[in-house]
Nanobody, 127 residues
Framework: QVQLVESGGGLVQAGGSLRLSCAAS????????MGWFRQGPGKEREFVAT?????????RYADSVKGRFTIARDNAKNTVYLQMNSLKPEDTAVYYC???????????????????WGKGTVVTVSS
């Protein structure tokens, strides 16, 4: 059974930083394209960032987070991270981890056919 468990969310002031973690189990982590998505209050879920399988040589970001967020993976720890800097109130959302061993980063960024999802961690950015 695949499990994705997010952690690291919390309350932070605008301009601050947080690092989210997603620990994966039940799948061959190094073979999985990993991603982060978020759903803000009253909004639809949206793509944030994704990283390719294996060495993670390909990353993609939503325009709204480029230059502020960084996605990274540690295959030895079966964990993907999202470093979030220069946080803004509009970054407030539930952040979800996603995984799939059979899609590309391009497909994941389009939120198409993603097999596995975590339950989310809440990030609140105060102004």
């Amino acid at each position: 059974q695949v499990q994705l468990v997010e952690s690291g969310g919390g309350l932070v002031q605008a301009g601050g930083s947080l690092r989210l973690s997603c620990a994966a189990s039940g799948l061959t982590f190094s073979s999985a394209t990993m991603g982060w998505f978020r759903q803000g209050p009253g909004k639809e879920r949206e793509f944030v960032a994704t990283i390719s399988r294996s060495s993670g040589g390909i990353t993609r970001y939503a325009d709204s987070v480029k230059g502020r967020f960084t996605i990274a993976r540690d295959n030895a720890k079966n964990t993907v991270y999202l470093q979030m800097n220069s946080l803004k109130p509009e970054d407030t959302a539930v952040y979800y981890c996603a995984a799939d061993t059979s899609i590309s980063t391009q497909t994941m960024s389009a939120q198409r056919s993603i097999k596995y999802w975590g339950k989310g961690t809440v990030v609140t950015v105060s102004s």
